[in-house]
């Protein structure tokens, strides 16, 4: 465990300073004479651009400055010989995620976590009066914090550096506003005052126009008051957003990241690049760090060049993404041919979205952004409420555009949900599907949604119903979906999770020497027990997939009791629920309890359906948005080529039903029939799952004796080198 709570802690510990006088080359020589001083030569840099720009000039000059300190003797030629080569690893520490090479820098996400907090706040409070709030967020230089902040509150309008408005923005900007207030007026088909709408701006501080004139929210204030009468509020989160406990993806990633540079300063030789510790999807991969510098370089050079698509496309894909599907989701209302006064598609294709299986945060974020990227193509939408359940008894909605209106961030299943799968009754769903003449289906659910895909695929050379474009999206807080590498729900699972581990070892600060035994969900699957581990600092995971014996257990319990003699107070022991069925979460309380009478107390608990979450995290209402938006990009497709003459859709291909995930960075479809060869169905887990090879690094953080035997230490380098890099 971490003795003294670090982990826990915003900011850093050790502290942090921009060093003007490391600009100079007078500074980088009293670096390099303090570093000979102590006898380093392997120097991990934690910062922003600035920070690894200043590390790689570092490096290059290092002989030259051990040079020029040996001619002024300030070193000695054996200490100039001893130490003329310095390693560097780079870890990308900024909360703009403006660094290239990387898909998320430590910080970011937590961030996220804050602004987000802040405008839930808001919106839950003015929701009820015709006020504009604008929101001013960080990144001076990249608008990453602002665009996902838009795409994950429904914000009407963004300004953020790589998409600068023309000069005339001020008209531009009234005319959405006025036309979203009317837009919202004829879609909910209801007598509204001008009082009930609520608009949201985001500004990032960075923000200027197509010719580098600086856009402020007061400015922005200025033009809504003076244009549109509207009482305008101003909110600055500022330094804010740098502030508080770090999220659970910020914890983990930062153990991996420090984990992997260790692993590279460790391997390093003479000729050794060097690297930054990137986050490659959910592997920690060693990139040059010149190469990373250079492209971080060419970003701000487009920028100053005002080649504005250009720095979208440097930027990344995963930034372009987030912008095409902001401005997807922000359009008004579909083309006029294709839309009803009621908001209602009325040419195109009829899809349906239901869910199965137990409630997940970002489920509802998929659906808003599935119902309002078909009607925008003009296509209809039927919800289908709770699950098969309901489609059997015809609780189907006819979808509008207002239906689905601040669904973003809410919690649970607003369709409704349910683990009934199709089974005895698959003729009744079928005879459904054929009244309401849905031509695709989306499921958006967890195992369970995954079993009724494939009785509907088993089913297809009987009921010609279901040979149809089928689609899965992922959505449990367990991730023990065979075909995707994290599920809507896990990310706001996990920081539930963590947020109660830190309150329960708050809860126990005035007293002495404590463990805590704590029981989390996941089936069989022991993914949230060693990610949660990992985030909470927790001495011990116990999970199904790695078995354990009473020796195992003892020898924990020996381990704790040696942390407690050497002056650490608390202890922490999570227990995925299905592990054992004999050594559950009472038997390992007891032994604690019992082995360690005189030395630390012991304490358990059982977290429940508080994982599931309240409001969703921006990660999972990020990646729902996006998932929906790709199942209907690909939807599409797939209905234009199975469209017959007639007019009926008919497919009866594999890859015609299929689980939408993520896997090695990329949005997969994979087909259902193709998954159940790696599936333990008995278990309902993957067979081969990439987290596992997380848990030697638990067990090294955790100080436990057994990850630094020689036959773990070898495994652990093994799988945390650059040779296993191939996606938290």
């Not at 934690?46 to 002024?72: C, H, M, P, Y």
């Not at 126009?209 to 033009?223: F, K, L, S």
């Not at 294709?338 to 970002?362: I, K, N, Q």
């Not at 003892?554 to 999570?574: F, N, P, T």
């Amino acid at each position: 465990m971490d003795e003294k709570g670090s982990i826990l802690e915003g900011g850093t510990v050790i502290g942090s300073a921009r060093c003007m006088d490391f600009k100079e080359r007078a500074g980088r020589l009293k670096a390099a004479k303090n570093l000979i001083g102590r006898g380093i030569t392997n120097l991990v840099v934690i910062g922003g651009d600035g920070s690894l720009t200043g590390a790689n000039l570092f490096r290059q000059e290092w002989k030259s400055l051990l040079e020029e300190l040996v001619n002024t003797s300030e070193i000695t030629p054996e200490q100039s010989q001893k130490y003329n080569h310095l390693h560097i690893a780079g870890l990308v520490g900024s909360i703009d995620n403006d660094f290239c090479g990387t898909d998320m820098t430590i910080g970011t996400d937590s961030a996220l976590h804050r602004i987000i907090e802040a405008i839930d706040a808001i919106v839950s409070t003015a929701y009820s009066h015709q006020r504009t709030f604008i929101m001013e967020v960080m990144g001076r230089h990249c608008g990453y914090l602002a665009i996902v902040t838009a795409l994950t509150s429904e914000a009407d309008y963004v300004f953020c550096p790589e998409m600068p408005p023309p000069s005339d923005w001020p008209t531009k900007l009234c005319n959405k506003l006025e036309q979203a207030r009317k837009c919202w007026l004829k879609l909910t088909m209801l007598e509204r005052s001008a009082g009930q709408r609520l608009n949201i701006i985001i500004v990032s501080e960075g923000a200027i126009d197509r010719d580098g004139h600086p856009i402020t929210a007061e400015m922005v204030r200025q033009v809504v008051v003076e244009n549109l009468k509207q009482d305008t509020r101003i909110t600055v989160l500022g330094h804010v957003q740098r502030g508080g406990s770090p999220s659970a993806f910020d914890r983990v990633l930062g153990c991996r990241m420090g984990a992997e540079a260790v692993m590279a300063l460790m391997e390093a030789t003479p000729d050794t690049e060097a690297c930054v510790v990137s986050l490659d999807g959910n592997q920690a991969v060693r990139l040059p760090l010149v190469e990373c510098v250079q492209r971080t370089n060419a970003v701000t050079k487009a920028m100053a060049d005002r080649k504005w698509e250009l720095a979208v496309q440097l930027r990344g894909k995963s930034f372009q993404r987030n912008l095409d599907t902001y401005k997807m989701l922000t359009r008004l209302k579909p083309p006029k041919s294709s839309f009803d006064a009621s908001g209602r598609g009325v040419e195109g294709y009829t899809l349906g979205v239901m869910h199965v299986g137990a409630p997940a945060c970002g489920m509802n974020a998929a659906v808003r952004s599935f119902v309002r990227n078909c009607i925008y193509r003009g296509d209809t939408v039927y919800g289908i409420h709770d699950g098969v359940e309901g489609l059997i008894a015809g609780n189907v909605q006819n979808m509008n555009w207002s239906d689905v209106t601040g669904w973003v961030g809410q919690g649970g299943a607003m369709l409704g949900t349910k683990r009934t799968l199709p089974g005895q009754r698959i003729n009744q769903v079928a005879a459904r599907l054929k009244e309401f003449k849905i031509q695709a289906l989306l499921i958006i659910g967890g195992f369970e949604a995954y079993q009724a895909g494939l009785q509907l695929v088993e089913n297809r050379n009987v009921h010609p119903e279901f040979c149809i474009p089928i689609v899965i999206i992922p959505s449990t807080i367990s991730n023990n979906v065979p075909g995707t590498e994290f599920s809507l729900g896990t990310d706001t699972a996990l920081n539930e999770i963590t947020e109660i581990c830190d309150r329960i070892r708050q809860s126990a600060q005035g007293t002495k020497r404590r463990v805590f035994v704590i029981e989390t969900m996941g089936g069989y699957c022991g993914y949230l027990a060693t990610v949660s581990g990992l985030a909470g600092g927790a001495d011990a995971a116990y999970i199904y997939e790695e078995k354990f014996s009473i020796k195992d257990l003892q020898q924990d319990v020996y381990h704790m009791a040696s942390k407690m003699a050497e002056g650490v107070q608390r202890g922490l022991i999570l227990r995925n629920e299905k592990c054992n069925d004999n050594y559950n979460t009472e038997f390992i309380y007891r032994l604690y309890s019992e082995e360690g009478k005189g030395l630390f107390s012991a304490r358990s608990n059982v977290l429940g359906h508080m994982q599931q979450g309240g409001s969703p995290t921006p990660f999972d209402r990020n990646m729902g948005t996006k998932m929906a938006a790709k199942t209907v990009e690909w939807m599409i497709e797939q209905l234009k080529i199975s469209t017959q003459e007639d007019g009926n859709v008919y497919t009866n291909t594999p890859n015609t039903a299929v689980m939408m995930g993520v896997v090695r960075r990329q949005y997969t479809f994979t087909p259902l029939e193709d998954l159940k060869r790696v599936t333990d169905f008995d278990h309902r887990i993957p067979k081969h799952q990439w987290w596992l090879k997380l848990r030697p690094l638990l067990r090294i953080l955790a100080k436990h004796d057994s990850a630094y035997e020689e036959e773990g230490l070898y495994m652990t380098v093994e799988e945390g080198s650059e040779a296993d890099s191939s996606v938290i």
